[in-house]
């Protein structure tokens, strides 16, 4: 199956800094969309991302199919972004039946 | 709320007892998603349903394990005869039709005693 990893593993932060999160995968994909855990656990959708760039406030991404990488990019960093941000592919278009990477843990410190 | 909803958020139960676990998806959407949270394995998809129908549960263990999403009601995923390691979070998640962007309920926290 298709592989995903993501780098770095963790990361730790001041409050105010910017990062980037990247997200390599083996095969081409017609889905990929980046998820941030909380520490509460709940998954939730930060980008359907699958080629482009998209921006949400504080965040943006990048997903370049052709070279099967995306990129996270947080700025300006808050101690409410803290937690483990996944990256999530599927080759099948249409599919959600998404394959996970290991994510990268966050910790930003005021 | 008109977002995935999940019950229990919490499930305890002793080896060899039966876990149900309920989704009701996000308004307008028919496609339903089951994953798990396993502490050293991350997050991995179980199984893939529409209403009356099993797409892909490639990812379903082959025993003890089963989901149906009925015409009427929430999608249950069923755990006969619990082990311990069945102790995981498990998130029930959905698209609409022809979309592949998948949105997360806040899902259940099963403990096996």
């Known amino acids: 199956g298709i592989q995903v990893e993501q780098s770095p593993p963790d990361l730790i932060l001041q409050e105010g800094a910017n990062s980037t999160l990247r997200c390599n995968f083996s095969d081409s994909v017609n889905n990929l969309q980046w998820f941030h855990q909380n520490p509460w656990g709940q998954l939730i959708n930060l980008f359907y991302i699958p080629s482009g760039t998209k921006q949400n406030g504080r965040l943006s991404a990048t997903t370049v199919a052709t070279e099967r990488y995306s990129l996270l990019y947080i700025s300006s960093s808050q101690t409410t972004d803290s937690g483990v941000y996944f990256c999530a592919v599927e080759r099948r278009s249409g599919y959600s039946t998404l394959t996970f990477g290991k994510g990268t843990m966050l910790l930003v410190s005021p | ?113």
């Open chain 2, 1 to 113: 709320n008109a977002g995935v909803m999940q019950n229990p958020r919490h499930l305890v139960r002793r080896r060899g007892q039966e876990a149900r676990l309920r989704c009701s998806p996000m308004k307008g959407h028919s496609h339903v998603y089951w994953y798990r949270q396993l502490p050293e394995e991350g997050l991995k998809f179980m199984v893939y349903l529409q209403k009356e129908n099993i797409i892909d549960e490639s990812g379903m263990p082959k025993e003890r394990f089963s989901a149906e999403f009925p015409k009427e009601g929430p999608s249950i995923l069923r755990i006969q005869q619990v082990v311990r390691g069945d102790s995981a979070a498990y998130f029930c998640a959905s698209t609409a039709i022809g979309a592949g962007e998948l949105f997360f309920g806040e899902g259940s926290r099963l403990t096996v005693l």
